[in-house]
């Protein structure tokens, strides 16, 4: 109950203490999970039995722990079905998360004897023995009394410190006040003085301060015995094994060692600072509640005491101190609100902690994935709902609150977002940097979009007449915060990723992929193709996500209906965010027809020419059109605004996506009668299916991503307007609310309800237009493209030679083996037949035939469908030989499937195309069997057993 109690105090150090907690789970579990797994490979030099679990399954899928990590990727995605059978198969380690379990179990001894451990008989005596009189002990009572404490407290001496201060300690019920030598001395000069440091050490007391400082103490402790001393002891004894000469090709050169040790140093960095963060603030808080039980803040006013480090180093250095300095304090003093705001340090924790979370989760093979991940956008959006909602109430109550944006909280919780996941990935991957380390700036949209919408869509839901109706308006702005964090993180499993690694579109792989689906010239669209190419990878792994539109249509929705039911006008225009979107709307308009003027002009004369290429690229830049006249108009309306700049930008973004959707129906439905503008037809007349489908195609992929994008273009108007203002000294702060006058105009009734009707109704059936989707998975869409080249690393002889008995040991244990055991039976039962067929020297048995071979065709296209061999020269001896089995099954089929009874001359042919396909399959076993020694002799001989 006490903790609880301390998890409920407002003073801001609960929801800092959960963070250091959530932190140090990450950071440990992670860290040990490395370490262990990091062990069970170095053990592979001797051994094969690291090979049989998630190593092996990325061996098996052609990972090379040495290759570029674009071409690791594209082996994975090739598969990605199979990947995650052979991933789930596995069995579940919990050696991490036991590890952790005993970490905090060492924390909890340690939180359990430290005070132990300070009240040393001979370290402190008590206070009876300095006070001959009993007036300190009375003065003692009586300051117990102004605090409220009701918790049993020793007071103690600590004849050793001259300085004027004291500390507290102990743990939950009992606690100790450690009175220095000096502060007795003070006592009878500056009496005021005292009472001040004793105030504040009670304060400590009052608001539960002591226990979590001294919790957080023992977790940094335990963290630090307990997982980091482990991790830098690994990579000592790497080090080891490299300067003795071991050769092995799981190491990387310099990067191994780099990366374990700048993962060590992060994780430590964010514990402490965490911890730090959490100290300093309950320092700050204690400096208030004294202050408030009557301590006088002359108090506070002490020179800093000189020390060896300069003050700009010191100035530097100060989030990684757990005490503030004197300057601070009078600060926070001066400005009670200064302590109660939302630091940066806080929400770069909270980021870094969601990415190691989600690296965590991932590591974690009992837990699916998809509940995984939700588990760290749930964590990670709680920190900055709840303190930033709480920040947005304060402001509202306030008569001079000032509007809370939430964009700087939100792109520092995005910078530890981008932070911890590059840190933590340069475990898994083979590159120093990244092939393209722009694209991890998504992180800052992906935590600052869902951020400021909160803030400001919380503000508006504040604005409703009646409590349950901003209760309900807050659920579903938090659901819809939740919602669009995880849109953002799973854009970035599902594609930024892969695109920031180079994978996106390696070797022109995608222009390849649509110049074998849409045949034709293509000579003239190069620029045009590259552009689609990169578009489409940005477009595509989130258009056909329900939770996806349903966030987008509520990111706007919402807003809406809230401005629509405030009590008072308050400051809210909608009139002049409407006539931003028709004016947007206007703009795609103007670009839809400048794009098809463009197309026609340098477009083939033909009609069938039309057809082909030229219709994807119109179809594209439609697209193009759809996306980006929104999310320009988004920039201008948050760029022109002051407040409510996110909610009026997705609304005026809204009605120009609606427009620009009626632009591309109309355009596409009178094609033949606008001259210029003609697409693919020179026949005048209306033709209001063409323009729906091509339409609709255009809603399938835009009708979500459009509003996300317009939502991060926002983001940037209003930072540009921002900088503006920054440059020519203007104020940048967002101005206060304005008090609600009771004589303000309430807004019509059915002009509001006109209004989202005319909006709301277009959308939902555009909803229901796209529901007829054509979805590809990633396996069929990463097969049917063209595979890049994989660029071989440097490796001496050994390591060449390692690392391919590795791949086809692995290959085989995780699937090759038994593929081959079935292709074995099946054929075993052809040779019965075919000897028994021999015996008898009659007819063939058709029925026979046609199972045995459909048995032997469905066997070989099973391995056809399994992992390609991760050797080059091996698959390609392996692929030769399925394939010439699969041309004698599939004729053995055909031909045994409608034999001709009763006429001997359609016997006879049928026996002979028989002979040969049995002759053909033959043929591709025999290439087959010898396919399979050269594998088994690479991967070290023997027959391997399935798992």
């Not at 689906?517 to 792994?541: H, N």
């Not at 091509?694 to 317009?710: G, K, P, Q, S």
């Not at 007819?843 to 296209?861: G, H, K, N």
Request: aromatic share 8%.
């Amino acid at each position: 109950m006490r903790f609880l109690n301390a998890l409920r105090s407002g003073n801001g150090t609960g929801p800092r203490f959960a963070l250091l907690v959530a932190l140090v789970v990450a950071a440990g579990a992670t860290t040990l999970d490395v370490v262990l797994s990091s062990f069970h490979n170095i053990r592979s030099d001797s051994s094969e039995e690291p090979l049989k679990g998630a190593f092996g399954c990325m061996l098996a899928a052609g990972i090379d722990p040495s290759s570029a990590d674009a071409d690791n990727i594209n082996a994975i995605t090739s598969r990605m079905k199979l990947f995650d059978q052979c991933i789930g198969a596995q069995p579940t380690s919990y050696e991490g998360v036991i590890g952790t379990l005993v970490l905090f179990a060492v924390a909890a001894a340690i939180y359990w004897l430290l005070p132990v451990w300070r009240n040393r008989p001979h370290r402190l005596v008590p206070v009876e023995a300095v006070d001959a009189d009993g007036a300190l002990r009375a003065e003692l009572a009586a300051l117990c009394e102004r605090a409220m404490i009701r918790s049993r407290v020793r007071f103690r001496v600590d004849p050793r410190r001259m300085t004027a201060g004291a500390c507290v300690f102990g743990r939950a019920g009992s606690y100790t006040v450690s009175l220095h030598a000096g502060l007795l001395a003070r006592r009878g000069v500056d009496p005021e003085g005292f009472r001040a440091v004793v105030l504040h050490e009670l304060a400590h007391l009052h608001q539960r301060d002591v226990d979590y400082a001294y919790a957080g103490t023992a977790l940094w402790r335990a963290f630090v015995l307990g997982a980091l001393v482990p991790q830098f002891a690994l990579v000592a004894y790497l080090v080891v094994l490299v300067l003795t000469g071991t050769e092995s090709p799981f190491w990387n050169g310099g990067k191994l060692f780099f990366a374990q040790i700048v993962f060590g140093l992060f994780l430590a960095a964010l514990v402490h600072l965490a911890r730090a963060d959490l100290l300093r603030r309950r320092e700050l808080q204690a400096d208030l509640q004294a202050v408030t039980w009557g301590a006088h803040p002359a108090g506070w006013y002490q020179p800093e005491r000189p020390g060896r480090v300069p003050s700009r180093l010191r100035r530097a250095t100060a989030l990684l101190r757990t005490h503030p300095d004197w300057a601070e304090r009078r600060l926070a003093l001066a400005d009670p609100e200064r302590s109660a705001r939302i630091t940066m340090v806080e929400m770069f924790l909270t980021g870094a902690s969601a990415a190691l979370l989600a690296g965590l989760a991932a590591a974690v093979q009992a837990v699916p994935y998809g509940t995984s991940i939700w588990i760290t956008v749930v964590l990670a959006a709680a920190v900055p709902c709840s303190v930033l909602g709480l920040r947005v109430v304060r402001s509202r109550r306030s008569r001079h609150g000032r509007a809370e944006s939430g964009a700087f909280v939100g792109l520092w919780f995005g910078l530890g977002l981008m932070t911890g996941d590059y840190v933590v990935s340069n475990l898994h991957r083979s590159d120093w940097l990244l092939p393209e380390p722009l694209y991890l700036l998504a992180f800052l949209f992906i935590a600052a979009v869902p951020v400021v919408w909160w803030s400001q869509s919380l503000n508006l839901a504040l604005g409703l007449p009646t409590r349950g109706r901003r209760w309900t308006a807050a659920a579903v702005c938090v659901l819809t915060t939740v919602v669009l964090l995880w849109d953002g993180l799973q854009w970035w499993r599902l594609g930024g990723e892969r695109i920031a690694l180079g994978a996106g579109d390696v070797n022109a792989a995608l222009e390849t992929y649509y110049k074998q689906v849409v045949p034709g010239d293509w000579s003239p669209f190069s620029f045009d193709l590259r552009v689609l190419s990169v578009g489409m990878a940005m477009l595509t792994p989130l258009f056909n996500e329900a939770l996806t539109i349903g966030a987008a249509a509520l990111l706007w929705l919402t807003p809406l209906v809230l401005m629509l039911t405030q009590r008072v006008r308050a400051g809210v225009r909608l009139r002049r965010t409407l006539l931003w979107g028709v004016a947007g709307g206007l703009l795609s308009w103007g670009a839809l027809a400048v794009a098809l003027a463009a197309l026609h002009a340098h477009g083939p004369v033909g009609r069938p020419e039309r057809a082909g290429p030229f219709f994807l690229v119109s179809t594209w830049w439609t697209i193009v059109v759809a996306v980006a006249a929104p999310a320009v108009t988004a920039a201008v309306v948050a760029a022109v605004s002051r407040r409510h700049w996110m909610p009026r930008a997705l609304i005026a973004g809204q009605v120009a996506q609606l427009m620009a959707y009626a632009a591309a129906f109309l355009f596409y439905s009178a094609d033949g009668c606008l001259g210029p503008l003609n697409n693919a037809t020179h026949t005048c007349g209306w033709n209001a299916s063409n323009g729906t489908e091509h339409a609709r195609r255009v809603i399938v992929l835009t009708l979500a991503d459009t509003v996300l994008a317009v939502a991060c273009a926002a983001l940037v108007g209003a930072a540009a307007a921002w900088a503006v203002r920054t440059v020519r000294g203007r104020p940048t702060d967002v101005p206060a609310w304005p008090a609600p006058s009771l004589s303000a105009l309430r807004r019509p009734a059915l002009l509001g309800t006109g209004l989202l009707l005319a909006l709301s109704v277009p959308a939902l059936l555009l909803t229901g237009v796209t529901s007829p989707r054509v979805t590809v998975s990633a396996d069929e869409f990463m097969q049917s493209r063209a595979q890049p080249q994989r660029q071989q690393p440097v490796r001496s002889p050994e390591q060449r030679a390692r690392m391919r008995s590795w791949q086809a040991w692995a290959w085989m244990y995780h699937g090759g083996n038994e593929r081959s055991q079935r292709i074995r039976h099946a054929l075993e039962r052809l040779t019965r037949l075919l000897g028994d067929g021999q015996q008898q020297g009659a007819q063939p048995d058709w029925d026979a035939y046609r199972r045995i071979c459909a048995a032997v065709d469905s066997t070989v296209a099973d391995a056809g469908q399994y992992f390609p061999v991760p050797l080059a020269d091996l698959q390609k001896e392996w692929a030769s030989a399925l394939s010439t089995m699969r041309q004698g099954t599939r004729r053995c089929v055909t031909v045994t499937g409608t034999p001709a009874a009763g006429q001997d001359s359609t016997q006879a042919r049928n026996a002979t195309a028989l002979a040969l396909s049995v002759q053909q399959i033959v043929t591709g076993a025999v290439d087959w069997q010898k396919a399979s020694v050269h594998i088994r002799d690479v991967a070290g001989g023997g027959e391997l057993p399935s798992p």
